[in-house]
């Protein structure tokens, strides 16, 4: 039993040095923050990369950070099976100090790219706390965004997880799962 949680942690620890060495050798990327410590029943789950191309992508349309974990993410060989399990896709307004959130999603079961949920893993909120330190750190004034979930519980759902940094809720849907979001900084 013991050989085949060390084989696992093997194929964890090998999946993520090849994740890390890549988003290294991508020079569009940027890492934010990172675990590499393996941790039983972890709230978020580690090892992760938290990484944007927010810094090279200041001209662009839209930015996203990401974050990645080799839990549960490994095949038989070693490898990653996707690059990121979460995604917060925003853009930034270099002139109104503004950043909108266009899509803050983790990758669950009904995904066709997830073989896993990792919904409710402390994903979506390592991916919303660094977005909030860059905009402090770009001296962004506020950032906003809209829900549009698949039904009120969802919506529940969502709305805590933003709570949780203090975004304020205007509701206008409540049983579509239909709300805006804002933060003041």
């Known amino acids: 039993m013991m050989d085949v949680v060390q084989e696992q942690l093997k194929m964890m620890e090998?999946?993520?040095?090849?994740?890390?060495?890549a988003i290294k050798a991508n020079s569009d990327l940027t890492i934010l923050d990172m675990d590499s410590t393996y941790r039983a029943k972890s709230q978020p789950v580690t090892p992760y990369i938290v990484y944007t191309d927010f810094?090279?992508?200041?001209n662009e349309k839209s930015s996203s950070i990401f974050v990645y974990t080799a839990y549960e993410n490994v095949d038989k060989y070693g490898h990653s099976k996707t690059d990121y399990q979460n995604e917060l896709l925003f853009n930034y307004d270099v002139w109104s100090k503004t950043i909108h959130i266009?899509?803050?999603?983790t990758l669950g079961a009904e995904s066709q790219l997830?073989?896993?949920?990792?919904?409710?893993?402390?994903?979506?909120?390592?991916?919303?706390?660094?977005?909030?330190?860059?905009?402090?750190?770009?001296?962004?004034?506020?950032?906003?965004?809209?829900?549009?979930?698949?039904?009120g519980d969802s919506l529940k759902k969502v709305m805590a997880l933003y709570?949780?940094?203090?975004?304020?809720?205007?509701?206008?849907?409540?049983?579509?799962?239909?709300?805006s979001f804002n933060l003041m900084l």
């Open 55 to 58: 810094d090279r992508a200041q």
């Open 163 to 179: 709570q949780k940094f203090n975004f304020d809720f205007k509701v206008q849907d409540q049983q579509q799962g239909l709300a």
């Open 114 to 151: 997830a073989f896993y949920d990792f919904q409710n893993h402390g994903l979506a909120q390592l991916a919303l706390s660094h977005l909030i330190q860059v905009a402090r750190q770009k001296q962004v004034k506020a950032i906003d965004g809209n829900v549009s979930s698949f039904d």
């Open 14 to 21: 090998k999946a993520y040095q090849e994740r890390l060495t």
């Open 102 to 105: 266009t899509v803050l999603e």
